[in-house]
């Protein structure tokens, strides 16, 4: 158990709706990263937040958007859902956003998003 | 930019095989180096990590060493074991923003 709790584990909806994913870091990590991974793209970084503020943006669509909150959680929040979408999303989480022999990266089990 | 590259899979072997999925990179700096293992239906794990040239990484009998010459991250293990096949990742982190930049992965299949 890496302790990063995501929910939902599962999830299936239609095109064009909106779903919302949940993401709780280590206890006392202040770093948050989303991370998208398909079978034709492979593992992908989405996006990043340190103690509240967006602090690095990958290939994240302009369709999906992220917010970190004052208790650290995380929600990634997929819009205008397409078919491409499906994937399975990815929850990280750090101590710090700066690099250190110590600072490791830890994921959760991940959401299946399957849309249809 | 920094980039990591595997081998590509799948790689079959027998059960007590010796295992070597080969991992290098590219990087302007001095990354620190993680191997990710995600078993089927299940997340990501890190496996071992190593920060600096000649560090060796290990964990479950998986062993892997900083070759800052070679700019490699190979991965080894003396006898595998079904319980072993899982997909494994290399991939590394520099950089002020702390993303790491993965290698596609490599499937692994052990075979009774």
């Known amino acids: 158990d890496s302790g990063v709790t995501q929910t939902p584990k599962h999830l299936i909806t239609a095109t064009g709706q909106r779903v919302t994913l949940r993401c709780s870091p280590r206890?006392?990590?202040?770093?948050v990263y989303w991370y998208q991974q398909s079978l034709d793209q492979g593992l992908q970084f989405l996006i990043q937040?340190?103690?509240?503020?967006?602090?690095a943006k990958g290939n994240i669509l302009e369709r999906f958007s992220a917010q970190q909150f004052p208790d650290l959680h995380s929600e990634l929040n997929l819009s205008s859902l397409e078919l491409g979408d499906s994937a399975l999303y990815f929850c990280?989480?750090?101590?710090?956003?700066?690099?250190?022999?110590?600072?490791?990266?830890?994921f959760g089990e991940g959401s299946w998003l399957t849309v249809v | 930019g920094d980039s990591v590259t595997q081998m590509e899979g799948p790689v079959t072997l027998s059960e007590e095989a010796f295992l070597t999925i080969n991992c290098t990179y590219t990087?302007?700096?001095?990354?620190?180096l993680f191997w990710y293992v995600q078993y089927p239906g299940e997340g990501l794990q890190l496996l071992l990590k190593?920060?600096?040239a000649d560090d060796k990484g290990s964990n479950k009998g998986f062993e892997a060493t900083y070759r800052k010459e070679t700019t490699s991250f190979h991965l080894e293990k003396g006898s595998v074991q079904v319980s072993d096949s899982a997909v494994y990742f290399c991939?590394?982190?520099?950089?002020?923003?702390?993303?790491?930049?993965w290698g596609a992965g490599t499937k692994l299949i052990i075979k009774p």
């Open positions: 990280a989480s750090s101590a710090s956003s700066i690099p250190s022999s110590g600072n490791t990266i830890y």
């Open positions: 206890s006392g990590d202040l770093s």
């Open positions: 937040y340190y103690n509240g503020e967006e602090r």
């Open positions: 990087a302007t700096g001095y990354p620190s």
């Open positions: 190593a920060t600096k």
């Open positions: 991939a590394l982190s520099e950089g002020s923003n702390y993303q790491l930049i």
